[in-house]
């Protein structure tokens, strides 16, 4: 059962990692609303491989037969490394490569309130919510936090699913 979690969590955690890398690798021409698109797409793709690995897990080597709780307790196994893995690479990318990054995303926050005519005040208020966020950001455990509460909620819904469509009794 290890082995067959590591693999697919460690699949997963390369599916959803490598195109985060590579749309904030290029944040000086960065559309948010198309990276958020295409990163919440990789997790989706890369948590196939939760409904994968337990499928694996009970057709090869339990005989057919999984309970939910088997398969969500090996299907959140799989998140956990896959999001770890996300989490890890953010972090890396973000303090080494892309430091500036809650900048740009604070820029971009406070140039769509000015397009959305929003007031001077609620501008102002955005602005120094935003300066208090980059601020916490750049502390390493609040920033995995973060970044943790962007991807499990997703692998968790997955898991969800894959262990209600999978669960199987034994046929007797």
């Known amino acids: 059962m290890k082995k ?3 693999i697919f969590g460690l699949i997963a955690g390369i599916v959803v990692s490598i195109p985060m890398l590579i749309i904030t690798s290029n944040c000086t021409s960065f ?8 990163g919440y797409s990789s997790m989706l793709i890369a948590f196939s491989m939760v409904y ?16 939910f709780g088997k398969a969500f307790k090996i299907g959140s196994i799989i998140v956990l490394i ?3 893995m996300y989490v890890v690479s953010w972090l890396i990318n973000y303090f080494y490569f892309v430091p500036d990054f809650t900048e740009k995303y604070a820029e971009h926050m406070i140039n769509g309130l000015k397009q959305s005519g929003a007031s001077l005040t609620e501008i102002e208020q955005k602005t120094k919510e935003m300066e208090e966020f980059s601020t916490m950001y750049k502390n390493p455990f609040f920033n995995a936090m973060i970044t943790y509460t962007e991807i499990l909620p997703v692998g968790i819904l997955v898991t969800l699913i894959s262990s209600f469509i999978l669960k199987s009794k034994p046929t007797e």
């Open 4 to 6: 067959n979690i590591l």
């Open 31 to 38: 559309d948010f609303e198309k990276g958020m698109l295409i």
């Open 52 to 67: 994968v690995g337990i499928k694996n897990y009970r057709d090869k080597y339990n005989q057919g037969v999984i309970s």
């Open 82 to 84: 896959a999001s770890t």
